[in-house]
């Protein structure tokens, strides 16, 4: 079983910066696989990042390519969102994710979920 905590959500205006970070509980943590997921208001929730176990391997959606970075820290069981160059579009609620199957950037992939942290980019 793994707990997950969000973290760092807030307002920003367009262009600035924000940094998630999601704390896991259990002892297995190095062992998942860590996804970044988001939901705006009416639409359906989507890919964001992922990061394997060891943090080597990291995967983005286009959207965020190039701006947002996941990293984690297996001493500390967390993984972190740094996101720059905000854009409204990127106003959600942000949700941490563990797979222990591969993760990736399908919903069904991830076995636990945090509560979410809302993220607003104001224009």
């Known amino acids: 079983q793994v707990q997950l905590v969000e973290s760092g959500g807030g307002l920003v205006q367009y262009g600035g910066s924000l940094r998630l970070s999601c704390a896991a509980s259990?002892?297995?943590?190095?062992?998942?696989?860590m996804g970044w997921f988001r939901q705006a208001p009416g639409k359906e929730r989507e890919f964001v990042a992922h990061?394997?176990?060891?943090?080597?391997?990291?995967y983005y959606a286009d959207s965020v390519k190039g701006r947002f970075t996941i990293s984690r820290d297996n001493a500390k069981n967390t993984v972190s969102l740094q996101m720059n160059n905000l854009k409204p579009e990127d106003t959600a609620v942000y949700y941490c994710a563990a797979s222990a199957r591969g993760g990736g950037s399908g919903l069904r992939s991830y076995d636990y979920w945090g509560q979410g942290t809302q993220v607003t980019v104001s224009s």
């Open positions: 259990g002892r297995t943590f190095r062992t998942y696989y």
């Open positions: 990061i394997n176990w060891s943090g080597g391997i990291t």
